[in-house]
């Protein structure tokens, strides 16, 4: 009897061991478990799937047509490494997310005549830098995303020379009423995001006019409940987020994350 309740005994710890080992497996715990190779084969595989950011081999990628998409999420590069692709005609989506360009880029940016998404932050981008950009002749640009920038009304008049225009996002104070008239007149826009603007109620009468306009995102800009009753009574399908929060009358906050 005595062996028999030690074997149980035995059996229970062995089978509680592979519950924990199995738990702890499962929660990423058992890494220090792994065999040496195991963790260099998985280390090198992470290194594969990171994004190249060498500009060099970018650059190269560009001018041979091999690539439409430039991403750089975490190397800056300057207006004269970003003029060393003015030729290029493949580039599609060209996004700059660690700065040190300025409006002198503009110029090469807006040269990109396969342009559809242009993404810059970290730049002080200002209405001479606008103009620049759609004095190229940027016939096919949707997505223009520049949430740090001094662009102000006078800037974001040049935008309506971007005639396939749909999404706008941009940042600062100097986003006042007299840029939202401006905005309001954009025909094809229909997603607007406005983060820290100056702006009053008054420009929310200015988006219910908009025709195409389905999704407005607006951060850090308080407006009266009333601005927002007579919005969604002259827009009741639109998206609306505050502070990255739906609005509580959007129709789709029950559906959408």
């Given at each position: 009897?005595?062996?028999?309740?030690?074997?149980?005994?035995?059996?229970?710890?062995?089978?509680?061991?592979?519950?924990?080992?199995?738990?702890?497996?499962?929660?990423?715990?058992?890494?220090?478990?792994?065999?040496?190779?195991?963790?260099?084969?998985?280390?090198?595989?992470?290194?594969?799937?990171e994004p190249n950011e060498n500009w060099s081999d970018i650059s190269r990628s560009?001018?041979?047509?091999?690539?439409?998409?430039?991403?750089?999420?975490?190397?800056?590069?300057?207006?004269?490494?970003?003029?060393?692709?003015?030729?290029?005609?493949?580039?599609?989506?060209l996004i700059l997310d660690s700065g040190k360009i300025s409006d002198a880029s503009?110029?090469?940016?807006?040269?990109?005549?396969?342009?559809?998404?242009?993404?810059?932050?970290?730049?002080?981008?200002?209405?001479?830098?606008?103009?620049?950009?759609?004095?190229?002749?940027?016939?096919?640009?949707?997505?223009?995303?520049?949430?740090?920038?001094?662009?102000?009304?006078?800037?974001?008049?040049?935008?309506?020379?971007?005639?396939?225009?749909?999404?706008?996002?941009?940042?600062?104070?100097?986003?006042?009423?007299?840029?939202?008239?401006?905005?309001?007149?954009?025909?094809?826009?229909?997603?607007?995001?406005?983060?820290?603007?100056?702006?009053?109620?008054?420009?929310?009468?200015?988006?219910?006019?908009?025709?195409?306009?389905?999704?407005?995102?607006?951060?850090?800009?308080?407006?009266?409940?009333?601005?927002?009753?007579?919005?969604?009574?002259?827009?009741p399908n639109l998206h609306v987020h505050i502070d990255q929060q739906h609005h509580?009358?959007?129709?789709?906050?029950?559906?959408?994350?």
């Open positions: 009897m005595k062996r028999r309740n030690t074997v149980w005994k035995h059996c229970t710890t062995g089978l509680l061991l592979c519950l924990v080992v199995g738990m702890l497996s499962a929660s990423g715990c058992m890494d220090d478990f792994r065999s040496g190779s195991q963790k260099r084969t998985e280390t090198v595989a992470a290194k594969e799937l560009v001018l041979a047509g091999t690539t439409s998409v430039v991403q750089l999420s975490q190397t800056p590069i300057d207006d004269q490494q970003l003029q060393s692709i003015a030729s290029a005609r493949s580039v599609e989506t503009m110029t090469t940016i807006g040269s990109l005549i396969s342009l559809t998404h242009l993404r810059v932050r970290e730049s002080a981008i200002t209405d001479a830098g606008i103009e620049k950009l759609v004095a190229g002749g940027l016939s096919r640009l949707r997505i223009f995303n520049l949430p740090q920038s001094s662009i102000t009304a006078q800037g974001i008049r040049h935008l309506l020379r971007l005639p396939e225009l749909r999404q706008l996002r941009l940042g600062g104070r100097q986003i006042d009423d007299h840029a939202m008239v401006e905005i309001a007149k954009l025909p094809k826009l229909e997603s607007l995001h406005l983060i820290g603007p100056s702006l009053t109620d008054a420009a929310l009468e200015m988006v219910a006019v908009m025709p195409e306009i389905s999704s407005l995102y607006l951060d850090d800009c308080h407006l009266s409940d009333d601005a927002w009753r007579k919005l969604f009574a002259a827009k509580d009358r959007d129709p789709a906050k029950h559906g959408h994350k």
